[in-house]
Every structure is written in structure tokens, then in C-alpha cells.
């Protein structure tokens, strides 16, 4: 019975704001699970035609994926599946499967076991290309394992549930963290995960409070237990007392109210009281979000992340697909900007077909501009659905994790091609699009001056920028100590950037997560940057912030922050400048 047990608090990091109560449906750790069951003599037969039918939808589902594959994306890569299938067509693999089942046990575990055997044996052997293999047969042991137990995907299961739950989970992808309602979600907690990690990203986007990177969450709850998670301090309440739960109603009750209390500064400009203006716009994941940014008082769309149109689905999103969304965006903004960033796939955003890559490091990988370089074809498609929709709205492009500045000539050059293509189609598109990139890795920082001949702006992506500057991965708990945003490197990166931009009479923002931290806002305020743009329900946070402090002070801290080695003292000077009290959460 949840309420006999004792009161339990979990610490963890603070990932999307906001509190929530109420029952948990637990998703433990996503590999297969493996029943075992001795059986009689009169179930074998039932046992190996159990297996049959799971190879024979495993094949079906193989077939399916490889043709769509090969047509969307090319032969080579549906070369992966005809691997897949291969290992299923072999039949003295098969053979031993079902000598195990003869041998007494129940289908699942005697195909996991063979497999499993065989997949250790190769990747013992060490070599990169047989490990390879060991990953094939992993991927197809796995697709076999949830068709014979009737696994269904976690992300069929979050965007089914049907009444009011907490969601407790080992961890969640971004695609996964997509398929939450609001409605049905009331929060979740993970075991994994950082604060700017794209689950708690996304999270803010549907402003569901979450908590991650609390290690053990998913064993501790169990299903129907009583929660409390409170995404403002981090913090997770498992089997509350009637005490604590009085007291997070109330607590509830006021969060409620200072949120609302913010709107009402949405239509005044992001102006501090000496009269310095910047543009304060907001951070979208899906074109459904562009309500939310209007409602929130944003002066546009600063960043859209279009790798939500790519994952989570099967199959590549088609040109007219992607021109319809958009163009509902660029028209439900305007005369106001919207920044579309094109494909930034890899890190934590995988293509369905390449669910589990095989990259060592994926953010240091296959990603962003890398990715569509090396398939400009799908890139094209982009590029030419984005300048489309630049006709009915004002649109500009921006290129994600440019490293070099060979990339965004070259990227630069892929775009003349396809305005080229489109002009001798007769397509309407704006001729005067404005292009930028994210500044988000310390060589583009290095060679700003460089890179600013070729862009009309600078969006700094501060939340790859700290991880690759300071070597922490964002996603990773163990290292979110590491993570700082006001580290002395990263302070002065940012500021060389901006410095750079003015010099060269570009504009510069930040659409990082230190737009919606009101303390790093304040910094970035005082060093010069053009615009912010977070997440939409923090804006009013931000412009209120703004509104409340002088820019001469702002100006006077960002320098004595960029000497200063100390995170902690550098809070503590803006907290004492700012004088106003905001939710931990946005501090
Ligand atoms: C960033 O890196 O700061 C950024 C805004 O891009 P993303 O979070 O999508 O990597
Ligand atoms: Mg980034």
C-alpha cells in the first residue's frame, strides 16, 4: 500500500519548472526483458511455433523498414537490414534455438540465450568490424525478443496513457519525452539525464514539470505509488505524509499564481529602467508551440528545432510535409522573425532508421551541419521547404554546430543551388533570407572574425558551447557539477563572440539555456548581446528580470564576472542587483 510507506525525498537536477502530484507508472530500464520458464514436453510445439511467428514479423517488419529505406535514403543505407535479415535466415542459429526449447525452456529464453552467446563470441574477437556484427545481432535479438513478448516501443506507451500520471522512468529520449501529453502527463522523473540534455528541453517546451539525473528513481517507486515532483528545486517525493502533501498544495496554489502574475508584462518591451532595449524571443521544438510563444509575449521565434519533424517516425518528412509546417509558422509569426535551424540531427536526436548508432562519441560525431553535408540530399529538401515558406513570412536560416569555415561555405554554396533550382522552377522565395549560425563550439568562437564575413548573425548555443568547452557531457549527471554556465572559460567565450559580432557589424543572440537562467541572462544582458531567446513560458520571467534592473549595473557586473573564477559569487552579485524574488529554478 503506497501510504504506509515511509516518506522518501529524492534529490536530483531540476529539469523543466513547475510541481505536480499524483500516482506512478513506472518504465524501468529500456533493454527487453527476458522471461524464464522450465517447460513440459506438451509445449513444444507451441514454443517453436511462438518463435516462428515472432522471426516471421521480425522479417515482415525488416522488409518494411529496408524498402522505405532504400527509397528515402539510399541503397547503402538499407544495406543494414539485408544484414538484419540475414542473421534470421540462418538456419543453424535457428537450429540451436530450437534444440534449446526442446531442451525444456521457453522460447524467449532460449532465442536470448543462443543469441546472446553468439553476440559475446563476436564481440570478444575484439575487431571493429566483427563488434559490428555483435551490435547487428544485438539489434536483431532485441526486435525479435519484443515480438515475441508483445514489448510495445515506450513512446506508443507515453502517447497512450490515459489518466493523470507521473511518469518514473530509468530514461527517456527526446523522442520518447515528444510523445507525452500534457493532459495525461502531469510530470516525470529519470534516473539519467542532464539539465540541458533534449528530454529536459522538451520538457519545457510542454511545460511538464520534470526532475532528472536521479540515479535510482525507477527502482525506488513502484506502479501507484504517490509522488510529488517538484521541478523547481529538483526534488522527488515518494509516499508523501499528509503533512508534506498539504504543503505542496499550497506550494502549488503559488506557483500558480506568480506565473499568471508574470503575463501581465507581456506586451511592454524587454526594456531595463535606463532605457536599454534587447529582443527577447523564444525557443520552439514544434510548430504547435507557436501559440504558446505569442501567448507568452516573445518577439518571435529565435530558434526552431526542426529535428522533431524527422524523428520519431518512419521515413523522411517530404519537401511539401515540411513547407506546410513551415509556412504555418512563418505566417502565424509574422511581421515577427522565425529563426528555422536546420536539421541539427545526432548528439541525442537519432533518425528512427539509425536508432542505435554505432558512434562512440555522437556529440562529437555524425551531427548538425556534419550530417548535412555528407546527405545533401536530404538537406536540399530542407533548404528548399524553408525558402519556400520564406515567401510568406520572415524567415531566416541558421546552420547548427559549424566547427570550420570550410562548412559553411560549402553549406552557403548548397544554398545558392537550391535558390538556383528554385528560381528556374518559377518558386517564389525571399531573396533577401537572412542566414546565420550557431556559435556553439569553441573553434567557432576562435574563428568568429572569419565566420562572420559569410552570415548575417550569431545565435551562440550555449548549451553545446559549456559542454564542449568545458569537456562535460550536458546529458551525463555524473559530470553536471562540471556544467557550469558562469565557468570563467565559457563567460569569456561568449563575450569574444559578441565582441566579434559588433566589430563586424553583425547581430548576435544566445538560444541556449542560459537565456532562461535569470542570472546568466543578467550577465549576457551586461555584455552586449542583441537578443535572448528561451524557452516561451520563461520569457515573461526574463522580461521582467530586464525591466527590473539598470543596464549600467548589468554592464559593471558582466566585467568584474569575466575576472571573477567564483560561480557562487557571481550569483550572489546579480541575486543582490536583481532584488526580486524568482523560483529556484530560474536562478
Ligand atoms: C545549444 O546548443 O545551445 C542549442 C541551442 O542547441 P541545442 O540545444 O539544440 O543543441
Ligand atoms: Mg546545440
Known amino acids: 500500500?503506497?501510504?504506509?510507506?515511509?516518506?522518501?525525498?529524492?534529490?536530483?537536477?531540476?529539469?523543466?519548472?513547475?510541481?505536480?502530484?499524483?500516482?506512478?507508472?513506472?518504465?524501468?530500464?529500456?533493454?527487453?526483458?527476458?522471461?524464464?520458464?522450465?517447460?513440459e514436453q506438451s509445449e513444444i510445439e507451441g514454443e517453436i511455433a511462438r518463435l516462428h511467428a515472432a522471426v516471421d514479423e521480425s522479417k515482415r517488419q525488416l522488409g518494411e523498414t529496408r524498402d522505405k529505406v532504400a527509397a528515402e535514403m539510399g541503397e547503402s543505407y538499407a544495406r543494414i537490414f539485408d544484414a538484419h535479415m540475414m542473421i534470421?535466415?540462418?538456419?543453424?542459429?535457428?537450429?540451436?534455438?530450437?534444440?534449446?526449447?526442446?531442451?525444456?525452456?521457453n522460447a524467449e529464453f532460449a532465442f536470448n540465450s543462443v543469441f546472446l552467446k553468439h553476440e559475446k563470441d563476436l564481440w570478444e574477437k575484439?575487431?571493429?568490424?566483427?563488434?559490428?556484427?555483435?551490435?547487428?545481432?544485438?539489434?536483431?535479438?532485441?526486435?525479435?525478443?519484443?515480438?515475441?513478448?508483445?514489448?510495445?516501443?515506450?513512446?506508443?506507451?507515453?502517447?497512450?496513457?490515459?489518466?493523470?500520471?507521473?511518469?518514473?522512468?530509468?530514461?527517456?529520449?527526446?523522442?520518447?519525452t515528444a510523445q507525452m501529453r500534457k493532459e495525461r502527463v502531469l510530470a516525470f522523473a529519470t534516473d539519467i539525464g542532464g539539465r540541458t540534455s533534449h528530454t529536459a528541453i522538451m520538457a519545457r517546451s510542454l511545460e511538464i514539470p520534470a526532475v532528472v539525473g536521479l540515479q535510482n528513481v525507477s527502482s525506488r517507486v513502484?506502479?501507484?505509488?504517490?509522488?510529488?515532483?517538484?521541478?523547481?528545486?529538483?526534488?522527488?517525493?515518494?509516499?508523501?505524509?499528509?503533512?508534506?502533501?498539504?504543503?505542496?498544495?499550497?506550494?502549488?496554489?503559488?506557483?500558480?499564481?506568480?506565473?499568471?502574475?508574470?503575463?501581465?508584462?507581456?506586451?511592454?518591451?524587454?526594456?531595463?529602467?535606463?532605457?536599454?532595449?534587447?529582443?527577447?524571443?523564444?525557443?520552439?521544438?514544434?510548430?504547435e508551440e507557436v501559440q504558446s510563444v505569442i501567448e507568452h509575449g516573445a518577439q518571435g521565434i529565435g530558434l526552431y528545432r526542426t529535428e522533431f519533424i524527422y524523428i520519431g517516425r518512419e521515413g523522411l518528412p517530404t519537401e511539401d510535409e515540411q513547407y506546410e509546417i513551415y509556412r504555418s509558422v512563418a505566417e502565424a509569426i509574422k511581421p515577427e522573425p522565425v529563426i528555422i535551424r536546420t536539421m541539427d540531427l545526432g548528439g541525442d536526436k537519432f533518425l528512427s532508421a539509425f536508432e542505435s548508432p554505432k558512434e562512440m562519441n555522437p556529440y562529437l560525431g555524425w551531427r548538425g551541419?556534419?550530417?548535412?553535408?555528407?546527405?545533401?540530399?536530404?538537406?536540399?529538401?530542407?533548404?528548399?521547404?524553408?525558402?519556400?515558406?520564406?515567401?510568406?513570412?520572415?524567415?531566416?536560416?541558421?546552420?547548427?554546430?559549424?566547427?570550420?569555415?570550410d562548412e559553411l561555405i560549402e553549406a552557403n554554396q548548397v544554398l545558392e543551388e537550391v535558390k538556383e533550382d528554385l528560381r528556374s522552377e518559377g518558386m517564389k522565395f525571399d531573396e533577401a533570407c537572412e542566414v546565420g549560425i550557431m556559435v556553439e563550439t569553441p573553434s567557432a568562437v576562435v574563428i568568429a572574425p572569419e565566420l562572420a564575413?559569410?552570415?548575417?548573425?550569431?545565435?551562440i548555443g550555449s548549451n553545446d558551447l559549456i559542454q564542449y568547452t568545458l569537456a562535460a557531457d550536458r546529458g551525463n549527471e555524473k559530470v553536471a557539477y562540471l556544467y557550469e554556465p558562469l565557468h570563467p572559460s565559457v563567460l569569456r567565450l561568449i563575450k569574444q563572440t559578441i565582441d566579434v559580432a559588433k566589430e563586424s557589424g553583425i547581430w548576435v543572440g544566445l538560444c541556449g539555456e542560459m537565456?532562461?537562467?535569470?542570472?546568466?541572462?543578467?550577465?549576457?544582458?551586461?555584455?552586449?548581446?542583441?537578443?535572448?531567446?528561451?524557452?516561451?513560458?520563461?520569457?515573461?520571467?526574463?522580461?521582467?528580470?530586464?525591466?527590473?534592473?539598470?543596464?549600467?549595473?548589468?554592464?559593471?557586473?558582466?566585467?568584474?564576472?569575466?575576472?571573477?573564477?567564483?560561480?557562487?559569487?557571481?550569483?550572489?552579485?546579480?541575486?543582490?542587483?536583481?532584488g526580486r524574488e524568482f523560483p529556484d529554478m530560474l536562478l
Open 88 to 105: 534470421l535466415e540462418d538456419s543453424r542459429t535457428m537450429a540451436e534455438v530450437e534444440s534449446k526449447i526442446k531442451s525444456g525452456f
Open 369 to 405: 551541419i556534419r550530417f548535412c553535408l555528407a546527405r545533401k540530399d536530404i538537406f536540399k529538401t530542407q533548404l528548399r521547404a524553408i525558402l519556400r515558406a520564406s515567401a510568406v513570412g520572415n524567415v531566416k536560416i541558421m546552420y547548427p554546430m559549424i566547427s570550420g569555415l
Open 126 to 176: 575484439g575487431d571493429v568490424y566483427i563488434r559490428d556484427r555483435a551490435g547487428d545481432i544485438r539489434d536483431v535479438r532485441k526486435r525479435v525478443l519484443s515480438n515475441l513478448s508483445g514489448t510495445r516501443k515506450l513512446s506508443q506507451d507515453l502517447s497512450e496513457l490515459q489518466t493523470d500520471v507521473i511518469v518514473i522512468a530509468h530514461d527517456l529520449s527526446p523522442a520518447d
Open 453 to 459: 564575413r559569410h552570415v548575417k548573425f550569431f545565435s
Open 222 to 287: 513502484s506502479d501507484g505509488d504517490t509522488v510529488i515532483v517538484d521541478g523547481n528545486r529538483g526534488k522527488v517525493i515518494v509516499s508523501p505524509t499528509p503533512e508534506t502533501e498539504e504543503k505542496y498544495k499550497l506550494e502549488m496554489q503559488r506557483y500558480a499564481s506568480f506565473t499568471t502574475g508574470l503575463l501581465k508584462f507581456k506586451d511592454l518591451p524587454a526594456m531595463t529602467i535606463d532605457g536599454h532595449s534587447i529582443m527577447l524571443s523564444a525557443n520552439i521544438e514544434s510548430h
Open 515 to 578: 537565456s532562461s537562467d535569470l542570472v546568466c541572462a543578467f550577465i549576457l544582458l551586461g555584455m552586449g548581446i542583441d537578443e535572448l531567446s528561451a524557452s516561451p513560458y520563461v520569457v515573461p520571467a526574463v522580461k521582467d528580470m530586464v525591466r527590473s534592473v539598470y543596464f549600467s549595473d548589468a554592464q559593471r557586473i558582466a566585467t568584474t564576472a569575466l575576472e571573477t573564477t567564483d560561480p557562487a559569487r557571481i550569483r550572489q552579485m546579480v541575486l543582490e542587483c536583481i
Open 1 to 39: 500500500m503506497a501510504n504506509s510507506r515511509r516518506e522518501v525525498v529524492l534529490n536530483g537536477i531540476a529539469a523543466s519548472p513547475g510541481l505536480a502530484m499524483g500516482k506512478a507508472v513506472v518504465f524501468a530500464k529500456r533493454d527487453v526483458r527476458v522471461p524464464f520458464r522450465r517447460i
